[in-house]
């Protein structure tokens, strides 16, 4: 079995759970359900989309679906309609679920290959231009710094 097929079947698994033990909860409480039927139902909508994508292979549209889960499952804590105790198992799975699809997004993300450096050019025509900005210099005369007459090299030659 490929590596991508393994990942995929555990991703399906570990949102599948988190719906089916989110509506299980929910309508086997003796008191107060651990989870809202309304809670459960929203959250059950966003696990399908995760995993749809995810047997796909679209793991950045599960990675999104996932997020959506997540956004859920805080309004839902805030709302009071999820228990502590089930919001912390439902974020232990998602927490899962998100890193096996980081993991499947690194893995089927083709490396980055170095740029490739700009040639430098040969061609005659930069020789050219270079020729043309470069005007020929005339030889200092000498004496010119030294202030010796002309012709001499040296002063004492000249003395």
């Known amino acids: ?10 991703v399906v698994l570990a949102v599948t759970g988190i719906g089916l033990a989110g509506a299980l909860l929910a309508g086997c409480a003796a008191g107060p359900p ?3 039927a309304g809670t459960a139902a929203e959250l059950q909508e966003g696990v399908l989309a995760v995993s749809t994508a995810a047997a796909a292979g679209d793991y950045a549209t599960a990675q ?3 997020g959506t889960v997540q956004t859920a499952l805080t309004t839902a804590s805030a709302a009071d309609t999820v ?9 232990t799975a998602i927490d899962l679920v998100d890193a096996d699809l980081t993991a499947a997004i690194t893995a089927n993300t ?4 170095p740029a490739t450096p700009t040639p430098v050019s040969t061609s005659d025509e930069d020789d050219e231009d270079d020729e043309k900005t470069e005007k020929p210099g005339k030889p200092e005369k000498p004496g010119k710094d030294d202030k010796s007459p002309k012709g001499c090299e040296k ?3 000249c003395d």
């Open 1 to 10: 079995m490929s590596a991508t097929r393994t990942l995929r079947t555990r």
């Open 34 to 36: 651990a989870l809202n």
């Open 64 to 66: 999104t679906a996932l």
């Open 83 to 91: 228990t502590a105790a089930r919001a912390g198992q439902i974020q």
């Open 110 to 113: 083709p490396a980055e290959t």
């Open 155 to 157: 002063k004492d030659d």
